[in-house]
C-alpha cells in the first residue's frame, strides 16, 4: 500500500539557521518525486522534518491527508522507510540480521517470520545469497541495497531516499538507481533526495528544485529540465548537465 504526503508551509531553523523558509512539496500515492538543487539549499533537512526527526516550527505535515504532527513520531516512522548516504548497517549483526531487527522489534514478528521476510528482501534487491554474510564484506553498492531491502522489511507506504547513491564508487551507482527506478515502477511512493539527473529526469513524476530553503520552481521533469522559467533554476542546469 502506498501514501500519499504533503508538506506546506514548512519552516526549520537550527541556532542561527534559518534553513527551511515556507516549503511545499507533495508526492501522489505510488509517485515519485525528486527533489534537486545545489548544496546546503535544504533537501535532505526536508526530509528529515518530513519524517520528524527534525519537528518543523511552523507548517504541516499531511499523511493521506491528515496530520501527522500531533501523532506520535515512531507511528509515523513505521509507516515512511528512509535510506541515507551512509548505510548505518551493524558490523556484528548478518545481513539478514540486519534486515530482520525491525520486525522483530517493531512489527512483533518472530524470529523464523523475521528471517523468512528477510530473505524474501534480499531476494528483491538480488543478494539472497549474501544472507548470512557481515556487511562488511560486502560493496558499498551491496550495503546501501542491504539498507533499502532494510527499509522495505517494515512495510513502508512511502520511502524516502536522502542522496542514497553519493557514497558510492561510480561503477556501483547504477545497481542502486536501477533497483530504485524498479521500486518506482512497481508503485512505491518515493522522494528522493539526489544529484542524479537523469534518475531525477527519467523515474520522476515531478521534480522539485530548491535554493537557499526554499522552492523556487516545481514540475513535470520535461518542464524543469527543458523548459526551466527561473534564472536560478537554469543556472543550476548548467553546472550539473
Given amino acids: 500500500m502506498s501514501a500519499s504526503l504533503t508538506g506546506t508551509g514548512l519552516h526549520l531553523t537550527l541556532g ?53 504532527l500531533r501523532t506520535n513520531p515512531d507511528r509515523l516512522r513505521q509507516r515512511i522507510g528512509m535510506v541515507f548516504q551512509q548505510f548505518n548497517l ?80 561510480p561503477e556501483l551507482v547504477k545497481g542502486v538507481l536501477a533497483l530504485m527506478a524498479d521500486l518506482a515502477a512497481g508503485g512505491m511512493s518515493m522522494i528522493v533526495v539526489t544529484h542524479e539527473m537523469g534518475f531525477a529526469r527519467s523515474v520522476s513524476d515531478s521534480v522539485v528544485f530548491m535554493d537557499q530553503g526554499q522552492v523556487v520552481e516545481t514540475g513535470a521533469p520535461g518542464e524543469l529540465f527543458d523548459d526551466a522559467k527561473t534564472e536560478r533554476l537554469r543556472r543550476f542546469l548548467d553546472q550539473v548537465l
Avoid: C, W, Y
Fill in 16 to 68: 542561527n539557521n534559518h534553513i527551511l523558509r515556507g516549503v511545499d512539496i507533495h508526492v501522489d500515492a505510488g509517485r515519485t518525486t525528486t527533489v534537486i538543487g545545489p548544496s546546503g539549499s535544504g533537501k535532505s533537512t526536508l526530509l528529515r522534518v518530513l519524517n520528524r526527526l527534525h519537528e518543523p516550527d511552523s507548517g504541516d505535515i499531511l499523511l493521506d491527508g491528515e496530520s501527522v
Fill in 90 to 169: 551493524f558490523p556484528h549483526k548478518t545481513v539478514a540480521d540486519n534486515i530482520a531487527l525491525g520486525p522483530r522489534k517493531l512489527r512483533g514478528l518472530s524470529a523464523e517470520q523475521a528471517r523468512a521476510l528477510a530473505v524474501e528482501q534480499l531476494e528483491i534487491v538480488g543478494l539472497a545469497a549474501k544472507a548470512d554474510a557481515r556487511p562488511g564484506s560486502l560493496s558499498g553498492g551491496q550495503q546501501q541495497r542491504v539498507a533499502i531491502a532494510r527499509a522495505l522489511a517494515m512495510k513502508p507506504e512511502l520511502m524516502f531516499f536522502d542522496e542514497a547513491t553519493s557514497a558510492l564508487d
